[in-house]
């Protein structure tokens, strides 16, 4: 080969790598460009947070202070621009616009990308139909049309230069065009998500209110049916009572269930993270199980704590603990004709780990993740019918979002052993002597007496004041009754109250008892006990308008006396 010839093959070598070296460059941008942006999504829900981290990134791959994304809503038929940014023209985010004859919706009905300067403009202007640019005039401006993932276009995005006419290039114009194809997808994708958190929060707010609607009659059918079993009965009758009160819990327990799991599944549960004397509080659950297990059980079942669970101190959510640890020794009672339920902690490497085993029906290898999905049952004739299959799912997601795991193994010899670990967050570790036993505190609520000391009941309905007053009568308290807040405002300037019971909603207005407690503390200092049937915030409302407590509907008249008697 000549000496010419050995150069054009050189001069041809070189071009070909610098194409290859191009080729690389354009394509790890566009990769580098969707990883991030895709990575993204994911974790921001706002639109205009999202369009911000978009230009960001495209600030690294294009020259382009001057950004904007135009999404085309086809209802209104308008623009709207989550997100603008330009050295001249100001846009505010989130507004709406039409702009007929504009580039922009140019862009979006003809679905091409273009490159325009001042002759492209005019040529645009003069052969094909009225399009302007709107706005300052630029010397160069790039737009691309989004589209989603079925080939639609969903809106535009275009970067502008004020000042250079050759900030742009036919490369550019291509480098944006493939980068618009994951905007658009992406911004699709977010869109669909906010759609979702929407609809999910719709749905809580509207569970939410069914369950108010369905717990303030409850509260009167339950309040007085338990009353009424304590009274003199015919065998038949009290069969009656007991049918009325069973029956009405399984109604409340499901209403909580659903609840639950649809605020835990929405993202709004927040943990409540307190310090726990862990051993008081497994006894407290422990004594809650020995007086209320059913008679038939009770003599066929053996409930233990272990007492090999070490005396510590930790951080966690109490009230989300006990409800863990409550499904699984209800489900161990359930499953389980006769023998032992042990329950009991104790700490392994970073992790609480505690364990609730029966001698049950067991569960077999197969069942043993299904039994975590949501309405899972074991089709089981041996089994007990009760139940929707919502508690283990509950658990589940709790002690996830606890940061935990929870699984069940085979027990020794028969039955099975519910375990789940939490993280280990000790407090100090704290003396046994120290902790009031469950029994004394048990004893002292049955003798609570409340003479000379005035209770005003604030109900707009008359039953649940009745019921109150069924329940306080046996403490020898004076009590009073306003039917609504105007009516308590009134009883609080015009005489010695030293405790008040006050409803929630009244006369329609959800927080007409949040009003009266603000006005009444505003004149005077008494301990203001909110009853809600709200499941949705409402009680820290109630505290931060300075109610010292809060008691939800239908009223536990154990619970409830407690509480008076802390604040009397
Ligand atoms: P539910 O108890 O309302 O059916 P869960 O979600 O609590 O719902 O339990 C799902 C299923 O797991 C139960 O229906 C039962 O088949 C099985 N299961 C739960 N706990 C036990 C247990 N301790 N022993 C045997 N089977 C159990």
Redesign the pocket.
């Known amino acids: 080969m000549g000496t010419s010839e050995n150069n054009e093959e050189i001069l041809r070598l070189t071009s070909e790598n610098l194409k290859h070296k191009q080729t690389i460059s354009y394509l790890s941008k566009i990769g580098q460009f969707s990883y991030k942006i895709t990575r993204n999504v994911n974790k921001v829900s706002d639109l205009t947070e999202f369009c911000k981290i978009i230009h960001q990134e495209l600030m690294k791959i294009i020259a382009c202070e001057n950004f904007y994304i135009a999404l085309y809503d086809d209802n209104r038929k308008e623009f709207h621009f989550p997100y603008h940014v330009d050295k001249y023209d100001k846009i505010d985010d989130d507004t709406y616009m039409k702009l007929p004859g504009s580039l922009t919706d140019y862009i979006r009905r003809s679905g091409k990308a273009m490159l325009i300067d001042d002759i492209v403009e005019d040529d645009l202007y003069q052969k094909d139909e009225i399009v302007k640019m709107i706005g300052e005039p630029t010397s160069i401006w790039m737009g691309t049309p989004l589209f989603s993932a079925e080939e639609n276009v969903i809106g535009v995005v275009a970067v502008q230069n004020y000042e250079d006419k050759s900030a742009y290039k036919e490369a550019d114009l291509s480098l944006l065009k493939q980068v618009s194809r994951f905007i658009g997808v992406e911004i699709e994708l977010l869109r669909a998500k906010q759609n979702a958190e929407k609809a999910n929060k719709l749905k809580s707010e509207f569970l939410a209110n069914v369950s108010h609607e369905i717990r303030t009659p409850m509260n009167a059918i339950m309040g007085f049916a338990g009353i009424l079993s304590r009274s003199v009965l015919s065998l038949e009758q009290q069969d009656y009572c007991y049918i009325i009160e069973t029956n009405g819990q399984k109604l409340l327990d499901l209403l909580d269930d659903v609840l639950d799991l649809s605020k835990i599944e929405s993202g709004n549960v927040d943990l409540k993270i307190e310090e726990v004397d862990l051993k008081p509080f497994f006894q407290s659950i422990f004594f809650n199980f020995t007086n209320t297990i059913s008679l038939d059980k009770k003599e066929s079942i053996d409930i233990v704590f272990s007492n090999k669970s070490p005396d510590i101190k930790v951080y966690l959510d109490p009230k989300r603990l006990q409800q863990i640890v409550d ?2 020794i ?3 009672i ?3 004709e006769k023998g032992l339920i042990k329950f009991g902690y104790t700490i392994v490497n970073d992790f609480i780990e505690i364990e ?1 085993k ?1 001698t ?4 077999v290898e197969e ?1 043993k993740d299904k ?2 999905e949501k309405f ?3 089709q ?1 004739d041996r ?2 019918k ?10 589940k997601s709790l002690v996830t979002k606890m940061g935990g795991e929870i699984w ?1 193994e085979n027990n020794d010899p028969c ?2 052993s ?1 375990r789940f670990k939490l993280p280990y967050r000790p407090v100090e570790s704290v003396k046994s002597s120290d902790i009031k036993n469950n029994t004394e505190v048990f004893e002292e609520y049955q003798k609570l007496d409340f003479t000379d000391k005035v209770i005003l009941l604030v109900d707009d309905e008359s039953i649940n004041i009745l019921l109150l007053e069924t329940i306080l009568k046996a403490t020898n308290a004076v009590l009073i009754s306003a039917k609504n807040s105007q009516e308590a405002i009134d009883f609080v300037l015009d005489q010695k109250i030293d405790l008040i019971l006050m409803d929630c909603k009244m006369d329609g207005n959800s927080k007409a008892g949040i009003y009266a407690t603000k006005e009444i503390l505003k004149h005077r200092q008494i301990p203001i006990i909110m009853q809600t049937a709200y499941v949705n915030g409402i009680e820290l409302e109630a505290m931060q308008a300075g109610c010292v407590g809060y008691i939800s509907k239908p009223i536990n008249h154990h619970q409830l006396l407690l509480m008076i008697n802390k604040y009397l």
Do not use: E, M
């Not at 049950?360 to 569960?363: P, V």
């Not at 139940?387 to 658990?395: R, S, T, Y």
């Open positions: 499904n699984l209800t489900n161990s359930k499953f389980t609730v029966d049950g029906l067991g569960i069942y039994i975590f899972y049952r074991i089981d089994l007990s009760n139940g929707q299959g919502l508690g283990l799912a509950i658990c069940v039955g099975s519910f």
